[in-house]
């Protein structure tokens, strides 16, 4: 399936081909909180980096986040990038995983599917003031699922190979 993005201000438009599009993992860490979207969590999905184009290049930033917050001692292995602009979080990167991209969900402008149920992962790192909302079918895990953003598609006969 294509995605096509954008960040808030319009600097920055890309698109990239996914056979993982569902939006169903919400992540709770401090990294996703502080970086990724400010309601509490982020939803990042997968993409393959050798199709990623972008427009507005030159306005990309992108940093390591520390993976230890408030410590500050230790980065995460995850590059974030986003609008140099506007601030807008588009997508990670990560060396160990070259060949994939994660947007953030946030910053697609296509129609995603929805997802038949979420996982709401690194709970453990939750905020009290972030509700955790239950629909029938959720699942709650304290750290990582044990199963990856392909392995949930595979699983459940969602992977869009060929749209």
Same mark, same amino acid.
């Given at each position: 399936?294509?995605?096509?993005?954008?960040?808030?201000?319009?600097?920055?438009?890309?698109?990239?081909?996914?056979?993982?599009?569902?939006?169903?993992?919400?992540?709770?860490?401090?990294?996703?909180?502080?970086?990724?979207?400010?309601?509490?969590?982020?939803?990042?999905?997968?993409?393959?980096?050798?199709?990623?184009?972008?427009?507005?290049?030159?306005?990309?930033?992108?940093?390591?986040?520390?993976?230890?917050? @408030? !410590?500050?001692? #230790? %980065?995460?292995?995850? *590059?974030?990038? +986003?609008?140099?602009?506007?601030?807008?979080?588009?997508?990670?990167?990560?060396?160990?995983?070259?060949?994939?991209?994660?947007?953030?969900?946030?910053?697609?402008?296509?129609?995603? @599917? !929805?997802?038949? #149920? %979420?996982?709401?992962? *690194?709970?453990? +790192?939750?905020?009290?003031?972030?509700?955790?909302?239950?629909?029938?079918?959720?699942?709650?895990?304290?750290?990582?699922?044990?199963?990856?953003?392909?392995?949930?598609?595979?699983?459940?006969?969602?992977?869009?190979?060929?749209?």
């Amino acid at each position: 399936m294509k995605l096509e993005g954008s960040c808030h201000c319009g600097e920055v438009h890309f698109s990239l081909e996914s056979e993982t599009p569902y939006p169903f993992m919400l992540c709770y860490c401090s990294i996703c909180r502080k970086t990724g979207g400010g309601g509490g969590y982020a939803i990042n999905i997968m993409g393959l980096a050798a199709t990623l184009k972008v427009q507005g290049a030159n306005n990309v930033k992108s940093f390591y986040p520390w993976s230890d917050h @408030p !410590a500050r001692t #230790e %980065r995460s292995e995850g *590059l974030r990038h +986003f609008c140099g602009e506007c601030g807008t979080a588009l997508w990670v990167s990560n060396e160990r995983w070259r060949e994939l991209i994660h947007p953030f969900a946030s910053a697609i402008d296509t129609p995603l @599917p !929805a997802a038949p #149920e %979420r996982n709401h992962i *690194l709970l453990d +790192f939750k905020p009290a003031w972030v509700p955790l909302p239950d629909s029938a079918g959720d699942h709650h895990y304290p750290n990582y699922p044990g199963e990856s953003i392909q392995t949930w598609h595979e699983q459940r006969g969602l992977l869009a190979k060929g749209e």
